[in-house]
């Protein structure tokens, strides 16, 4: 049981690349999350996924896509990368039951943009 | 932005508990207060969650006030690994619409 896995572990763009962030968990949870978290900060909410085939925005999305593939995997694509993008990237999941709410996190995905 | 209030660090000896305070004065009836941590580069780690009653679990005791205004974690013993940043946050359970914001938290030291 690996809990939430993310790929690549650190990347480093040049401005205007692109790239996709993957995410897969294996805890048969609903809902799926991504985050970012810039130095000294808290985390924020780009997209989220209550269950497979819908997702939401948060609140910080522009700049970003996201794919629900199915139950397990939840990917976060850059299309053009600009150097404000630069940060930790986290994926959470969930199963939000009706007595649990918490989210368990990956190891997170370190990139650099330049 | 975020619900919750929290000092922006806070120290505790080896050995001795570490309460750590947060305040969410504007707390709603269907809200529920929860704590994660976070060790240094790491991911976010699930502390534990209430609504209204004292929680315990093998982790750590959360003690929320008779008006849920504010809240405290309770680290019975605090070990140097628990090292962190905790988070405090209120957000209503199953609500969409209601999504988890991380604040700063306070970042806790541990002593030896």
């Known amino acids: 049981n690996a809990g939430v896995t993310q790929t ?3 990347q480093v763009l040049k401005t205007g690349q692109s790239m996709t962030l ?8 609903n809902s799926m999350y991504w ?11 780009i997209y989220y996924s209550a269950s497979e085939g819908t997702t939401d925005k948060g609140e910080v999305p522009n700049g970003y896509n996201v794919s ?13 990368a600009a150097p404000s993008q630069t ?4 994926c959470a999941s969930s199963a939000d039951s009706e007595y649990s709410y918490e989210q368990y996190f990956g190891p997170g995905t370190r990139l650099t943009v330049t | 932005d975020a619900k919750t209030t929290q000092p922006p660090s806070m120290d505790c000896a080896e050995g001795r508990a570490a309460n750590l305070p947060c305040n969410h004065s504007t707390i709603s009836g269907n809200e529920y207060v929860y704590w994660y941590r ?19 679990n093998e982790m750590a005791s959360l ?16 070990t140097l690994r ?30 030896p």
């Not at chain 1, 985050?35 to 924020?44: H, K, N, S, T």
């Not at chain 2, 060790?39 to 534990?48: E, L, R």
């Not at chain 2, 003690?63 to 605090?78: F, V």
């Open chain 1, 8 to 10: 690549p572990k650190f």
């Open chain 1, 22 to 29: 993957q995410c897969a968990q294996d805890m048969n949870h």
């Open chain 1, 35 to 45: 985050y970012r978290q810039d130095p000294g900060m808290g985390l924020r909410l």
């Open chain 1, 68 to 80: 629900r593939l199915n139950k397990r995997e939840f990917s976060l694509r850059l299309e053009s």
């Open chain 1, 87 to 90: 940060s930790v990237y986290f």
């Open chain 2, 38 to 56: 976070q060790i240094h580069s790491q991911g976010p780690q699930y502390i534990i969650h209430g609504l209204k009653n004292n929680e315990t």
């Open chain 2, 63 to 78: 003690i929320i006030t008779e008006d849920r205004k504010s809240s405290t974690l309770i680290l019975p013993h605090a």
């Open chain 2, 82 to 111: 628990d090292t962190a940043v905790y988070y405090c946050i209120v957000s209503a359970l199953m609500n969409r619409d209601d999504k988890i914001i991380f604040g700063k938290g306070t970042r806790l030291h541990i002593l």
